[in-house]
């Protein structure tokens, strides 16, 4: 059961595509008095600040293997960011990383390929590293070393 008649449903579709015109690439209204977004801007999706465990462990076996386990710093649909010690991470190499990560046997997180993109010197050994997320490799459940 339709609440809107046909005629009501394409005025407010048109007007919905209008006010989305008047958006500007920040997210507010382009009359807010809002600094608009760097030319340089390369994100697919917004950042979300937020903690959430990650394990990252290097997906190409002549690497030698390590395994972190961290906190992220920020989170999008595309991409991660985190801070380690570890200086094993360069552009443009390629892990396995699992979000959400839980030590849980019940937990059920998600594997992706990933491929680091940025690499910042955070001063004190620490390290931004920025991975790109490429493939979503399916669901996995935690798995360790003895």
């Not at 008047?22 to 608009?36: I, R, V």
């Not at 570890?86 to 046997?105: C, E, K, Q, S, W």
């Amino acid at each position: 059961m339709c609440l809107y008649t046909w005629s009501e449903q394409n005025l407010i579709l048109y007007r919905t595509k209008e006010f989305m015109k008047t958006l500007d690439t920040t997210g507010g209204a382009s009359g807010d008095a809002k600094k608009p977004a760097a030319a340089s801007e390369r994100r697919r999706s917004r950042r979300c600040k937020i903690t959430q465990m990650v394990r990252v462990r290097p997906s190409d076996p002549e690497l030698e293997h390590f395994e972190e386990v961290r906190g992220t710093t920020s989170v999008s649909r595309s991409g991660v960011y985190f801070h380690t010690e570890h200086p094993a991470y360069g552009l443009g190499m390629r892990l396995f990383v699992t979000i959400p990560f839980n030590d849980d046997l019940a937990a059920v997180s998600r594997e992706y390929l990933a491929e680091v993109v940025r690499l910042d010197k955070l001063g004190e050994g620490c390290i931004g590293v920025g991975l790109r997320l490429l493939m979503d490799l399916g669901l996995c459940t935690p798995s360790f070393q003895e």
